[in-house]
């Protein structure tokens, strides 16, 4: 029996043998990838059916959002209203979010009704009719959202700055306006939907307590779907940056307060730099703890939060420092950044910070290590990007292994000034 008067031993999470729960992997009849994590203490899952179907494989702006959006606002059985009441009669979620390269449909469930519920989630995948009114519905509702979201700085910040790294015709860069919401066709939508969900390439995750005939029940209702696995995508886009550095907007003239992002190109997730970098980036802005956390917010009092940040994206991607100000001292936070940047390049971080953000990213990882719904998504990151089990590790032993020189050559190569661009919306 455990001695309750006595207190555990107290470990650094650096001193842990971190390991990565492997998955269960198998195809059904059409060829398409399935990837299981088995476990948890409840009988509940999550099953999330991937599609490569984000913005970057559209041909018109913001067809692939809407496409993903109305996939479940009629088939030509059910009206919206009939599938939403289905789902919410046995106590599921179903979901759908759309991304730069891919989209999702995403159903958590008890277990025991999974077989109720993937008929009708293989009946949005074939059967989808986008209707007219549904549409119309959609178009006025988006329109009057961005409409709101227009005003705000923060918003038109980060839609500038994305457009100022990448290029305004890049699938990262580009940003949706009233006049493309009047611009869609349902002609358009099912076009897409025939060719990139009915037709497309899916994978299949699934986490949670699985029943014993998983493999069986998915073939059934979703192995005879005409799905093309070894569907490849050639689509390439040239990154086009914004020739000027600098750029100050006034979105609104009474405004009090400031959208700050300073942002550069950086490598993806293949790049030998990317998880060192991380670490760099933990220390400049990555968590409560940063230089800039610690200097802008603690002793300036500039800001409620201050981050830096890797973006998460498959091909091309950036290095970002995200904040709002006061309009008054917008100006001098963009100058602390630049010298924190600054001290960095210049100076060897000590011993002890150093030691305080590998605890903080070890154990941060372990917490996203905790039972299979947190599990799956590594994972689902991982094919999504052509890694495997290897960049876990590795990334475990350089952010270990990891020095303060080492430290200070990645600020001098990547955290100068005159390679970032600057934007403040007031």
């Excluded at 088939?75 to 209203?81: G, H, M, R, W």
């Excluded at 009441?85 to 730069?100: K, Q």
């Excluded at 699985?210 to 569907?231: C, S």
């Excluded at 372990?366 to 689902?380: I, K």
Aim: proline letters at 3%; glycine letters at 6%.
């Amino acid at each position: 029996m455990q001695n309750r008067t006595q207190a555990p031993n107290i470990f650094d999470a650096v001193e842990f043998d971190v390991k990565l729960n492997p998955y269960q992997h198998f195809t059904l009849d059409n060829g398409v990838s399935v990837y299981t994590i088995d476990g948890g203490t409840q009988e509940v899952l999550q099953i999330e059916f991937v599609f490569y179907a984000g913005n970057w494989h559209e041909e018109k702006n913001i067809v692939a959002a809407t496409t993903n959006y109305l996939l479940k606002n009629g088939t030509k059985n059910k009206n919206a209203f009939a599938i939403d009441e289905y789902f919410a009669f046995y106590g599921a979620y179903l979901n759908r979010y759309c991304y730069n390269e891919t989209s999702t449909i995403t159903l958590h469930s008890l277990s025991k009704n999974l077989p109720h519920l993937l008929p009708v989630i293989a009946e949005l995948f074939t059967e989808s009719i986008f209707p007219e009114d549904e549409l119309a519905i959609y178009k006025k509702n988006q329109q009057q959202r961005l409409q709101i979201k227009l005003k705000k700085c923060d918003f038109v910040a980060n839609r500038l700055i994305d457009e100022y790294i990448y290029g305004i015709h890049h699938p990262y860069g580009k940003y949706t306006s009233t006049l493309d919401y009047n611009a869609l066709e349902r002609d358009e939508l099912i076009a897409f939907y025939n060719q990139y969900y009915t037709q497309g390439k899916c994978l299949i995750f699934i986490a949670g307590k699985l029943p014993t005939n998983i493999q069986g029940l998915l073939n059934t209702y979703f192995g005879n779907i005409p799905f093309n696995p070894h569907k490849t995508f050639t689509k390439e886009y040239h990154i086009a940056s914004a020739d000027l550095k600098k750029q100050f907007i006034v979105n609104d003239e009474n405004g009090v307060q400031g959208a700050i992002r300073i942002a550069r190109n950086f490598p993806n997730k293949h790049h030998p730099d990317y998880t060192k970098a991380q670490v760099l980036n933990n220390i400049l802005g990555g968590f409560f703890g940063s230089h800039l956390m610690k200097n802008i917010r603690e002793d300036k009092g500039y800001t409620y939060g201050i981050h830096s940040f890797i973006q998460n994206h498959i091909h091309d991607t950036a290095w970002m420092i995200s904040t709002e100000a006061g309009r008054d001292v917008c100006e001098a936070t963009i100058d602390e950044t630049y010298k924190e940047m600054n001290l960095l390049r210049n100076e060897l971080v000590t011993e002890e910070e150093l030691h305080l953000v590998k605890n903080f990213m070890i154990g941060s990882l372990l917490g996203t290590l905790d039972g299979p719904f947190q599990v799956m998504p590594r994972w689902r990151n991982y094919i999504l990007n052509n890694l495997d089990e290897t960049f876990f590790y590795n990334s475990i032993q350089t952010i270990k292994n990891i020095t303060a020189e080492e430290i200070q050559t990645l600020a001098k190569k990547y955290l100068n000034p005159e390679d970032f661009y600057e934007l403040t919306v007031i």
